[in-house]
């Protein structure tokens, strides 16, 4: 079935765009990451929502294509694990990232903006607050009913859509895109070529896209074996591992009751695993193929920091 695209917040409208995106896969947004054993064999959990679809992703056109793992496909993981986490390494201010990805590409009000994966809104909302009709794409219904309250509780409208941005198939309809907070990386190599190509797609001329996402450089030099943050009661532990042959950045999720409680075997309770492929400069650069753009500009984060080495993030401007 196509994927609907709702107007939801302040004076919204409910109800299915003539233009609905259409969807033959299991929508996949700010999230995923490795494909674990038992999802490569295609068994899903009971309470699991889109098993059936997910097996049916595997084989679409006639090729493999990149399943993603049970944590990052359930929507229990979302409800329940997700909100969380998400406080803890979303915490950044959304408000002076739009301010600055405003001022970069002289965004206009009344400008139409694509924020895919949009998560649970915090940049859209924003976009939305800037008088700009904003669009997000999602693959978790969780997130976007978290951005639909955000988005009645600042008091916009947004549209929305459950989708797989591998399948989006917008065409010359906005004049910013942003794919932000690390949501590049998550699927093959031809996949991420793919999305990045959804996106230019998505673009009218002269229109701009913004790519935030983890430098690799840095990250190869100075990413901890075990981070930390604690939120309420709670502390999630995180356990991280790089792997150089194949730039793949491995990430464990635990809850711990107490910021010292851990097992003998350092366990505590598992509430998921991240898979992401991180990329340098330059190989990002020619996977958005800098040809087909006017200019292309790096910077270190969505700040104005220059791009360096040991800049954390690698921020990618492109216009069309």
Avoid at 8 to 29: L, V
Avoid at 109 to 131: N, T, Y
Avoid at 249 to 269: I, N, Q, Y
């Amino acid at each position: 079935m196509p994927a609907s695209r709702e107007v939801t917040g302040a004076g919204a409208r409910h109800g299915r765009s003539r233009r609905a995106p259409r969807s033959s896969a299991p929508a996949t947004g700010r999230r995923r990451g490795r494909t674990r054993p038992d999802a490569r064999r295609g068994e899903q959990p009971a309470d699991h929502p889109r098993a059936d679809a997910a097996e049916r992703a595997g084989h679409e056109g006639g090729h493999e294509r990149t399943i993603m793992p049970l944590v990052f496909q359930s929507e229990r993981f979302f409800r329940e694990a997700w909100p969380q986490i998400s406080q803890s390494v979303e915490s950044t201010d959304a408000a002076s990232d739009v301010q600055w990805i405003a001022g970069v590409t002289a965004l206009d009000s009344g400008a139409s903006v694509l924020d895919a994966p949009c998560g649970f809104g915090r940049h859209s909302v924003e976009f939305a607050r800037r008088g700009c009709p904003t669009t997000g794409v999602d693959f978790s219904e969780t997130e976007l009913g978290r951005a639909r309250k955000a988005a009645a509780d600042g008091g916009v409208a947004l549209t929305l859509a459950c989708q797989d941005i591998r399948d989006m198939e917008f065409s010359g309809e906005f004049d910013l895109a942003v794919n932000l907070f690390s949501s590049i990386g998550y699927f093959s190599e031809d996949e991420d070529r793919l999305v990045l190509d959804r996106f230019w797609r998505a673009l009218k001329p002269g229109g701009t896209f913004v790519v935030d996402t983890r430098n690799r450089d840095q990250c190869v030099r100075s990413l901890p074996p075990e981070e930390r943050m604690r939120r309420g009661s709670s502390t999630i532990r995180v356990e991280n591992e790089f792997d150089p042959t194949t730039s793949r950045w491995r990430a464990r999720w635990w809850r711990l009751k107490r910021a010292t409680a851990k097992s003998e075997d350092g366990a505590g309770e598992l509430i998921g695993d991240s898979e992401i492929r991180l990329y340098s400069a330059h190989e990002l650069l020619a996977m958005l193929r800098p040809e087909r753009w006017r200019k292309v500009e790096l910077f270190g984060g969505l700040d104005g920091t220059p791009f360096s080495l040991d800049a954390r993030r690698l921020v990618l401007v492109a216009w069309k």
